[in-house]
T-cell receptor, first 112, second 114 residues
């Protein structure tokens, strides 16, 4: 049973516009959330995180929003750049054994 | 080189063969993980280890065996490979409680079972 879900397998955005990637989770015990970025033939790399005590975290062009009541998080990329084209995974942890549960990924294409 | 390395990068094996995927990390992270990535399933946890000689099953452990005699190594063995085990395998490591940064992943091993 998938505890972390990314319902959009793909997303296309024009360069300079905002990209919004969404993630839903079912386990209310999750208290740490991460986004990873993955290029082809490479391993996922950490992008940004948020803990459940916050509702927003920013790092440059990347902002993650957390809505605990809706069990929903989103990643905003502003402005989007062609180099942002990659697969994005969200992940969540309940701090048990450092174990993270991953979503199925969203493939972002930024069109020049 | 510092980091986490996986070998081989690519492997083709026949059904029924035993194959071992290697993972080595240089940070002395106590936690190590094996994931497989499949289209439509994302990253699924196969096995993880909290320390040397401590391993536990993840979501999809059937057909796999792990060992961890040394902190830095975490090999994954497919005892009798099946076509359904064709996948990209990622090893990862993390320090205890280091949840804010998640895991550091290796570059992956693409395994094809024919």
């Amino acid at each position: 049973d998938q505890q972390v879900k990314q319902n959009s397998p793909s997303l296309s955005v024009q360069e300079g516009r905002i990209s919004i990637l969404n993630c839903d989770y079912t386990n209310s015990m999750f208290d740490y959330f991460l986004w990873y970025k993955k290029y082809p033939a490479e391993g996922p790399t950490f992008l940004i995180s948020i803990s459940s005590i916050k509702d927003k975290n920013e790092d440059g062009r990347f902002t993650v929003f957390l809505n605990k009541s809706a069990k929903h998080l989103s990643l905003h990329i502003v402005p989007s750049q062609p180099g942002d084209s990659a697969v994005y995974f969200c992940a969540a942890s309940a701090d048990t054994g450092n174990q993270f549960y991953f979503g199925t990924g969203t493939s972002l294409t930024v069109i020049p | 080189d510092a980091g986490i390395t996986q070998s081989p990068r690519y492997k083709i094996t026949e059904t029924g063969r035993q194959v071992t995927l290697m993972c080595h990390q240089t940070w002395s992270h106590s936690y190590m993980f094996w994931y497989r990535q499949d289209l439509g399933h994302g990253l699924r946890l196969i096995y993880y280890s909290a320390a040397a000689d401590i391993t536990d099953k993840g979501e999809v452990p059937d057909g796999y065996v792990v060992s961890r005699s040394k902190t830095e190594n975490f090999p994954l063995t497919l005892e009798s490979a099946t076509r359904s085990q064709t996948s990209v395998y990622f090893c990862a490591s993390s320090a205890p409680g280091d949840l804010a940064y998640g895991y550091t992943f290796g570059s992956g091993t693409r395994l094809t079972v024919v």
